[in-house]
């Protein structure tokens, strides 16, 4: 009998983490340690909690220890109101942590470190991109420079590591996830959970949206998230690779919102507020590599995944 592998989920309160440490816990081939910081932990069965800074290398040094695998899920995240405000918070802590992390999996010989990325360092087109879509010759937009230049750099850091050592590393360009656990105030949360809010807590018949919503998004529920994880601790056979994980389209603004009106039962007049952020891309992404690979696809449909975020939503954070 194999024993279970040892698996670290760094930011394991967050949106995120929070939802694929649950679906680890209940996988017999793991040993689950999430970890926490700031935010509070919960309760979730086969679940064990150490408290770590992860911009302190004594306190990597000590969860990292005796790890196989480490799904780094922590980061300081925050919706597009900061990415204009305060682009900064996206880039030191995240380049530091994730620095030092990558140094302790290299010297303590983790196996595997699963790493998030994401999609803003890529230009607005019409059609699906691949991995090899990014052209360093395009200069970023202006909001999103910051984030996307640091999220390249760590995409480098990853394999740079995993050429000296003998830790695999996975980076994953994923586009707007969604579903249980994430953020859903107004002021911090992404689109997705400012646009649930706004419908279900609508008392007047209205909803106010940010900007035109002629933006258009690549969303993918979070469960299919976690399912690209296990295909790629599972199947991945290259010390690094770069993958794309997204639902394949892309939808407007305005579509997602009247879906989510349509899903909850409600009649809302959609009121647009233009003096709000928008910024104007078209963005999805070609997962081809990845069902290639790894025998990975998206499962949930968007109105399916609409469908069980309101249902969540109405069960854990407000009954209407």
């Known amino acids: 009998m194999n024993a279970k592998k040892i698996v670290l989920i760094c930011g394991a309160t967050g949106f995120i983490g929070r939802n694929i440490a649950e679906s ?80 302790e999996a290299f010297e303590h010989k983790v196996k595997h470190v699963i790493f998030f990325s994401c999609t803003v360092m890529l230009q607005s087109v019409e059609k699906p991109q691949d991995e090899d879509s990014y052209d360093a010759n395009l200069e970023l937009h202006p909001r999103y420079f910051g984030v996307g230049h640091t999220k390249l750099y760590i995409e480098k850091m990853c394999d740079f590591y995993s050429r000296i050592g003998e830790t695999k590393f996975t980076a994953i360009r994923h586009t707007n996830i969604y579903g249980p656990h994430d953020k859903f105030d107004l002021e911090k949360s992404h689109v997705f959970g400012a646009t649930i809010t706004k419908v279900l807590s609508s008392n007047d018949g209205k909803i106010n949206v940010w900007g035109t919503g002629e933006e258009e998004r690549d969303l993918l529920y979070v469960d299919d998230l976690t399912s690209f994880i296990e295909k790629a601790i599972a199947s991945q056979k290259k010390p690094y690779e770069l993958y794309n994980c997204g639902y394949g389209s892309a939808m407007s603004i305005k579509g997602l919102v009247k879906k989510i009106i349509d899903a909850s039962g409600k009649n809302l007049i959609i009121e647009h507020d233009l003096t709000q952020p928008t910024i104007k891309t078209s963005l999805s992404l070609d997962c081809g590599k990845a069902e290639r690979e790894l025998g990975w696809t998206p499962k949930t449909t968007t109105d399916e995944g609409i469908s069980k975020t309101i249902a969540w939503w109405r069960a854990n954070i407000k009954v209407n």
């Open 24 to 103: 680890f816990a209940k996988n017999d081939n793991y040993e689950v340690i999430g970890v926490h910081n700031k935010r509070p932990t919960y309760n979730c069965l086969n679940l064990k909690w150490v408290k770590a800074d992860l911009t302190k290398v004594e306190d990597i040094r000590r969860v990292v220890k005796g790890v196989d695998i480490i799904i780094q899920a922590a980061a300081t995240t925050s919706g597009s109101k900061d990415i204009v405000a305060r682009p900064y918070i996206h880039v030191t802590d995240n380049a530091v942590m994730n620095s030092l992390l990558f140094r």
